[in-house]
């Protein structure tokens, strides 16, 4: 009977173990993206050298087109996810469809309302600035991936 209680109460303490260590990774996960975001916009508006004016009005329009961007980005990838898993059981109509699906969503990452935000960000920080952002974006991506590269070289073995 004893062994049965000591086996049941390290059953239960294992269980809620792993799910304080699958919360507690969450949190890491979400913590280490808010300090990307924020390294982000430090290095952005270093960058553009925006005033506190221009970075008022600046950023919630950035904001706004990298949320939705990043929306369909994840909507693409569900359904990559998505298609991958069906692939090899598929109809040519259902293929189809993942072909307009795919389309769909590409249209609309290229679609003309990114363009009227983007001429909205153009009024507040200038043509010049735009490029800038644009180039400023692709840099901080790259020293980004060259920082989390070079972590996870020094911690192999």
Same mark, same amino acid.
Do not use: C, H
């Given at each position: 009977?004893?062994?049965?209680?000591?086996?049941?109460?390290?059953?239960?303490?294992?269980?809620?173990?792993?799910?304080?260590?699958?919360?507690?990774?969450?949190?890491?996960?979400?913590?280490?993206?808010?300090?990307?975001?924020?390294?982000?916009?430090?290095?952005?508006?270093?960058?553009?050298?925006? @005033?506190?004016?221009?970075?008022? =009005?600046?950023?919630?329009?950035?904001?706004?087109? !990298?949320?939705? *961007? &990043?929306?369909?980005? %994840?909507?693409?990838?569900?359904?990559?996810?998505?298609?991958?898993?069906?692939?090899?059981?598929?109809?040519?109509?259902?293929?189809?469809?993942?072909?307009?699906?795919?389309?769909?969503?590409?249209?609309?990452?290229?679609?003309?309302?990114?363009?009227?935000?983007?001429?909205?960000?153009?009024?507040?920080?200038?043509? @010049?600035?735009?490029?800038?952002? =644009?180039?400023?974006?692709?840099?901080?991506?790259? !020293?980004?991936? *060259? &920082?989390?590269?070079? %972590?996870?070289?020094?911690?192999?073995?």
């Amino acid at each position: 009977m004893k062994n049965s209680i000591l086996i049941i109460v390290l059953a239960l303490s294992t269980t809620a173990f792993s799910q304080v260590r699958n919360v507690s990774n969450i949190q890491k996960t979400e913590q280490a993206q808010e300090k990307i975001e924020a390294l982000e916009v430090a290095y952005i508006t270093n960058a553009l050298n925006l @005033t506190s004016d221009e970075a008022q =009005k600046f950023w919630p329009l950035f904001n706004e087109v !990298k949320e939705d *961007r &990043e929306k369909l980005y %994840r909507q693409k990838k569900r359904l990559m996810r998505e298609l991958g898993s069906n692939y090899n059981t598929m109809s040519d109509e259902q293929a189809a469809d993942y072909v307009d699906r795919m389309f769909e969503i590409e249209s609309e990452l290229n679609e003309s309302n990114f363009e009227s935000r983007y001429r909205k960000m153009i009024k507040v920080i200038g043509a @010049t600035r735009f490029l800038q952002l =644009k180039k400023t974006e692709v840099e901080f991506k790259r !020293k980004l991936l *060259r &920082e989390l590269r070079g %972590r996870k070289r020094s911690n192999t073995p």
